[in-house]
């Protein structure tokens, strides 16, 4: 089974506190405008964001390369 995290700047537990209970992962990203639809959260095991300070996003490819190398086993 995979552990399925989604992508929410709103309302996703920051990264850098957050720690897998699983090695089998699945990363739900979403675009930079509008991010991963709500019906799509709904049914991730959980959601995360990385916090940044004065920047407004990221770049989806640089988004999921940052919290694939933090999640890494």
Known sequence: DYLYIGTDVRN???LDEYVPSSDR???ILGNEATGV???ILAMTD???R???KD???L???VAGGIIMY???G
């Open 59 to 61: 770049n989806v490819g």
């Open 70 to 72: 933090r999640l890494r």
């Open 25 to 27: 992962i699945a990363l």
């Open 12 to 14: 996703g537990i920051a």
């Open 37 to 39: 639809r709500d019906g």
């Open 50 to 52: 990385i916090e940044m």
């Open 46 to 48: 959980v959601n995360i």
């Open 55 to 57: 920047t407004e996003s």
